[in-house]
């Protein structure tokens, strides 16, 4: 069912301020507690403000490709190997942050002038299939703060620990 005109201007200001909530999730973090994993194979708060860079970066694409192209392929990556194959630990946080911030703002610049006609466009995913523009908003709204809260449950776990 195709959003409402309020439903997606509600979407696009929680993407907009997505990167201040993951910022602020992150800062609440000690630093000896930033590369810790809550268990073998979950990520350490570093790792996953890599992986939202990463992500985002993917995203600001993906959201082009699908309002732009015809046909549009969408790819998917297998983000547990680029968490290993980059060695999210050694990257620094900060060009990381400053990455989240940066892509979101400038793809949220973009959507807020796209016509309504664009968030009916769609391509095909190639791990989920159809793809519309209204589904990478659905998704990549609520993307960070999924992340922030991930981050909030590892500091709980963290400090649970002590």
Not at 46 to 68: F, G, L, P, Q, W
Not at 106 to 115: C, D, E, K, Y
Not at 119 to 147: K, P
């Amino acid at each position: 069912m195709p959003l409402s005109r309020q439903e997606r201007e509600r979407l696009i200001q929680q993407y907009a301020d997505g990167p201040s909530r993951l910022r602020a999730a992150f800062m609440r973090i000690a630093e000896e507690a930033r590369k810790w994993r809550p268990a073998p194979g979950e990520w350490s708060a570093h790792e996953i403000v890599c992986h939202c860079a990463d992500s985002e970066t993917n995203a600001a694409a993906r959201i082009r490709y699908v309002v732009a192209e015809k046909d549009p392929l969408v790819l998917g990556y297998d983000e547990n190997a680029w968490v290993q194959r980059f060695d999210y630990h050694s990257h620094p946080i900060e060009a990381a942050l400053a990455t989240v911030d940066a892509v979101r703002a400038n793809t949220s610049a973009l959507i807020r002038r796209l016509p309504g006609e664009a968030w009916a466009r769609e391509g095909q995913h190639t791990e989920s299939g159809r793809y519309t523009a209204e589904d990478w908003l659905r998704i990549y709204a609520a993307h960070l703060e999924e992340h922030a809260r991930q981050i909030e449950n590892n500091l709980a776990a963290w400090r649970a620990r002590q």
